[in-house]
């Protein structure tokens, strides 16, 4: 009985422990994708002659489509990319604004320690501001693209 007991405190201190760390490791992919995204996006940008990421096709790839991201970078065929907020382990790219001068990368890593998925982005302004937010829900790029960001799904609301 002793030992049953024992075993039950055991399991009871490491369980939140493999919890904590497996939505860290998780968190930790889902921001690593991001990061890979962001670099095939600046360096798609790059080769445009306006510098602008999507627009005109006579100046370039689009930048922000996820099937021109993964024919210009094949290790991204692994990611799960679309257009509209991503459902857990899942990606999303999406223009900020109309000029063409601004996106996000939006990632939900599977789960976190309170159960649910925790949204991270990156946010590239047109005025050249970069954002790093996380949220426990999607993040709207409507709602996102001015001042007065919400995020909560972090300690500190970036990362």
Same mark, same amino acid.
């Given at each position: 009985m002793a030992a049953l007991t024992i %075993?039950?405190?055991?399991? $009871?201190?490491?369980? /939140?422990?493999?919890?904590?760390?497996?939505?860290? $490791?998780?968190?930790?992919? &889902?921001?690593? +994708?991001?990061?890979?995204?962001? +670099?095939? %996006?600046?360096?798609?940008?790059? $080769? !445009? %002659?306006?510098?602008? *990421?999507?627009? +005109?096709?006579? =100046?370039? /790839?689009?930048?922000?489509? #996820?099937?021109?991201?993964?024919? =210009?970078?094949?290790?991204? &065929?692994?990611?799960? %990319?679309?257009?509209? #907020? /991503? !459902?857990?382990? $899942? *990606?999303?790219?999406?223009p900020i604004g109309t000029d063409g001068y601004g996106y996000m990368v939006q990632a939900a890593s599977e789960s976190s320690s309170t159960g649910g998925p925790v949204w991270f982005a990156e946010l590239h302004l047109a005025d050249g501001r970069l954002l790093k937010l996380c949220d426990d829900e999607p993040l709207a790029v409507a709602d996102r693209a001015a001042d007065g960001f919400d995020s909560e799904g972090c300690s500190n609301g970036s990362w």
């Open positions: %075993i039950a405190l055991l399991l $009871a201190v490491a369980f /939140p422990t493999f919890v904590t760390q497996k939505s860290t $490791a998780q968190a930790t992919t &889902a921001t690593a +994708n991001v990061k890979q995204l962001v +670099n095939a %996006i600046e360096s798609c940008a790059a $080769a !445009r %002659i306006d510098g602008t *990421y999507q627009g +005109n096709p006579s =100046m370039g /790839p689009d930048c922000l489509d #996820p099937a021109e991201l993964v024919e =210009m970078e094949s290790a991204l &065929a692994q990611l799960t %990319i679309g257009t509209t #907020p /991503p !459902r857990a382990g $899942a *990606y999303q790219v999406a």
